[in-house]
């Protein structure tokens, strides 16, 4: 049998071209970081064009207790790529501090489960009697935890994560628990991001973003963002993701409280050739302040 048939070898934890609207996702220390709490919701259709390529959903709500300074959260997230799936449930909560009379810093963890599924019924063998996919829909949990440190002020912030702690072994079918490739191990992620927004004058800003992923083995991912806005109500941005791809931003915010994003990346490494780019969504809604 040719056993690595039998592993899952994919992307480990989503990627989102508009990072900067949902930084929660990525650092449970940003809950409490507003004095309100809002809705997030991402849609990604990565690499249009190539069968079963992948497709991103999540949601996420966070906010600040009402007298203390602390704030919680939850978010959960669903990533397809043709037989295999991940589904993500979390819960978090934050601590929030003063750092000085500008800055404050929060500390975050969140902790939930992870369900990691494969449907051999969409399997095509090469050996059709192997009987380790034949018409088998396997899935394993596996419990999780993030942690994150958050530091902000009025018009920037920097933020550190690490995701996917426990490193467990995924075990979809016998074997898997001989394994001794690491495969199947879900990796532990780090995240680095940070942001400023330059006021040019009442009506006009700049805002540059990044976010550096890493995860051994794999190398080290920047993604760059510059965004311009237009009276905190109008945006247009332009982004560029290291060995991947560049990308195009545009968005609305109506009354300061609905929020509408899109973009749209285009391939800038060999799998330009297989497809048309990839397309995101994102909504989001604020709620009214419960705090001073």
Not at 14 to 37: D, E, K, L, R, W
Request: hydrophobic share 35%; with cysteine.
């Amino acid at each position: 049998m040719f056993v690595a048939q039998a592993k899952l070898n994919a992307q480990q934890l989503p990627i989102y071209t508009q990072f900067m609207f949902n930084s929660f996702v990525f650092n449970p220390a940003v809950a409490g970081t507003h004095n309100y709490y809002q809705v997030r919701l991402n849609s990604r259709f990565q690499w249009v064009g190539i069968t079963d390529a992948p497709h991103t959903n999540s949601l996420s709500v966070y906010g600040p207790h009402k007298e203390r300074e602390m704030g919680f959260g939850g978010h959960v997230y669903n990533d397809v790529t043709g037989p295999t799936s991940r589904n993500g449930l979390y819960g978090s909560y934050a601590y929030n501090l003063n750092v000085n009379d500008r800055m404050r810093l929060s500390l975050g963890v969140s902790a939930g489960v992870i369900q990691s599924k494969v449907d051999g019924t969409r399997i095509t063998l090469l050996d059709p009697s192997d009987p380790t996919f034949q018409n088998a829909v396997s899935s394993d949990f596996s419990p999780d935890a993030t942690l994150g440190v958050y530091l902000y002020a009025s018009n920037f912030h920097v933020g550190f994560s690490a995701h996917q702690l426990f490193g467990n072994t995924i075990k979809l079918f016998e074997e898997d628990g001989d394994d001794n490739t690491g495969l199947n191990k879900l990796k532990t992620h780090f995240y680095l991001t940070g942001g400023y927004r330059y006021y040019l004058n009442l009506d006009f800003a700049f805002e540059p973003s990044v976010i550096v992923r890493g995860s051994m083995p794999a190398p080290v991912q920047v993604d760059f963002c510059l965004k311009a806005l237009y009276r905190n109500m109008l945006w247009l941005g332009f982004a560029y993701r290291s060995q991947d791809a560049g990308s195009f931003l545009v968005g609305y915010t109506h009354d300061d409280k609905f929020h509408f994003g899109y973009s749209y990346d285009m391939s800038l490494s060999p799998m330009r050739h297989h497809n048309t780019g990839s397309h995101e969504l994102f909504l989001g809604m604020r709620f009214d302040a419960i705090k001073d």
